[in-house]
């Protein structure tokens, strides 16, 4: 009887750093994978990508995927063209086979030994730390390379910045004449007190494309331009220890602002002050939420009168949508019944802990505060100069951490139970900061996605481990498209009351007022009382 064929994934990994591995491309790591495959009777299932990621790390998304795989029997195991696509690191290398290995599946590569014997351990171990040397060794040959480019006055990413070209035969940067007048004028309004959003509206219309091609400006993408000092003709890589720039270069190609132009445009006219808010501390749901029309997760922040809320502003690298947003305190507790429904009644079964003093703590917070109170004067802001801001922002968000991990400890001393107690999640929800019940739901669903239409709100969860493979992310690294999410048939609707709408309690209390306080006749307003 012919033994039934045992069913693995093939994994390609492919990092695009420098030229370090052009030899290697997905099409010849596949090809080589699937003839190792046939040739040992193996059968393919799927095919994982991880596109330029650094072997280095074990925090790769089609990785993770083929893991899950192996672990929830799926799949016996995984083929990979070389071991060193698996991992360049020795010691998460071996952990990694470990892992597998106790999942009851294998790892397949041809210059793999095998590593379940002591010798095929020893061969092993070597082959990955020949892998790891050979990073190592790439990596600082690429550090070199980095530094004279630099030197040289030539940029070391791929990308000229919007408003310049690279010349082909030097590789310099060159102005470019059509957008070069365009980032100026940013520039310049910038200085003026123009926001990020009218800056945006400013180069969409002058049909200014990012350093990624997009025509798509967000306010993040605003930023980092007005905040890159290229365009005063330096030259940078990398930060050192100071955070300071690793590499520098001045006067390393024509200049299209001033040096004074733009730190005019780090401190604008007539800024608007940053709220301060614990933004992130307030929000149980913050990085669960995703807009299923873009894929983009949803953003935590609060309306110009302090009403909480997520939103989706619809800009993003990939495109445009209709922006929109949904009100905290009606969203989270439908997203809490979800959860509710999911994990069913957690007991616990409590002890009595050492009971920690919160002396340092408020203490910390004290002087914390203490710092940012002095940071917001005007001797502070001539002090610092073009750093002003950056320090406000570092010495409100340490006021933010010291009050969270305050809250912490004040509401893990409420939750103190003696050893004969059982306790119900339920029953200490309601003493959980925002911060632990949404450790509690990422620990339960992958994402969570809405779609709103109207006054209705449609959304559905994904469990942990069923996420769809690919998800939209910010940042350089993805393709610049949206990726949607379907909502099952069985989805969720949450109706919302109109804002527009006035309720009957606020009706009422306007009619009482009213009555308490009626309105003079017009005789009684000439004459007088």
């Known amino acids: ?228 000092r290229t365009y005063t003709g330096e030259l940078s890589y990398g930060r050192n220890d100071e955070g300071g720039p690793r590499y520098v270069k001045t006067a390393a190609h024509p200049a299209i602002v001033s040096p004074d132009l733009w730190r005019r445009a780090q401190q604008p006219a007539a800024p608007r002050p940053a709220p301060a808010r614990s933004i992130g501390g307030e929000f149980s749901l913050t990085g669960v939420l995703r807009c299923a029309v873009c894929g983009y997760s949803l953003a935590a922040t609060t309306t110009s009168r302090g009403r909480r809320i997520y939103r989706c502003q619809g800009r993003h690298s990939g495109g445009t949508h209709d922006g929109w947003s949904v009100q905290a305190e009606v969203l989270e507790p439908a997203i809490e019944e979800l959860f509710w429904e999911q994990v069913g009644t957690l007991t616990a079964v409590g002890r009595e802990p050492e009971a920690p003093t919160d002396a340092p703590l408020h203490e910390a917070l004290a002087h914390a505060q203490a710092q940012f109170e002095q940071v917001k004067t005007p001797e502070a802001q001539e002090a610092f100069g073009a750093d002003y801001l950056t320090v406000v922002k570092e010495r409100r968000l340490a006021v933010q951490a010291a009050e969270e991990e305050l809250d912490r400890a004040t509401a893990a001393g409420m939750r103190r139970m003696t050893s004969a107690q059982v306790v119900e999640l339920r029953d200490v929800w309601d003493d959980l900061t925002p911060v632990e019940r949404r450790e509690l739901i990422a620990a339960t669903f992958d994402l969570v996605a809405l779609r709103r239409d109207g006054n209705e709100v449609r959304f559905a969860a994904w469990p942990i481990g069923t996420a769809p493979y690919g998800l939209s992310r910010r940042g350089f690294r993805t393709r610049a498209e949206f990726h949607p999410l379907d909502l099952p048939d069985d989805a969720r609707l949450l109706t919302l009351q109109d804002p527009h709408e006035r309720s009957s309690e606020s009706i009422e209390r306007g009619v009482r007022h009213r009555r308490s306080k009626p309105r003079p006749n017009s005789r009684q307003r000439r004459d007088g009382p």
């Open 1 to 228: 009887m012919a033994r039934a064929p045992r069913v693995v994934d093939v994994y390609i990994r492919v990092s695009r750093i420098g030229s370090r591995e052009h030899t290697i491309t997905e099409e010849e790591q596949e090809r080589d994978a699937r003839r190792f495959a046939d040739g040992h009777g193996l059968t393919v299932a799927e095919v994982f990508r991880d596109i330029d990621r650094s072997g280095g790390t074990l925090d790769r998304p089609g990785l993770q995927a083929v893991l899950e795989r192996v672990e929830a029997g799926i799949t016996s195991g995984v083929v990979v063209a070389y071991l060193s696509r698996l991992s360049r690191d020795t010691t998460q290398g071996l952990d990694l086979l470990n892992r597998v290995q106790a999942a009851g599946g294998t790892v397949f590569a041809p210059n793999l030994p095998d590593y379940t014997t002591a010798d095929g351990k020893m061969l092993t171990t070597i082959q990955l730390a020949v892998d790891a040397g050979y990073r190592e060794r790439k990596r600082e040959e690429l550090e070199t390379a980095k530094a004279h480019a630099i030197e040289a006055g030539i940029p070391v990413s791929n990308r000229a910045p919007t408003g310049y070209r690279k010349d082909k035969k030097s590789r310099r940067l060159i102005i470019d004449p059509v957008s070069a007048p365009v980032v100026r004028q940013v520039f310049e309004s910038r200085a003026a007190g123009a926001g990020p959003t009218e800056l945006a509206k400013l180069l969409e219309a002058h049909g200014v494309a990012t350093s990624q091609g997009s025509k798509t400006w967000t306010k993040q993408a605003v930023r980092a331009l007005i905040q890159n």
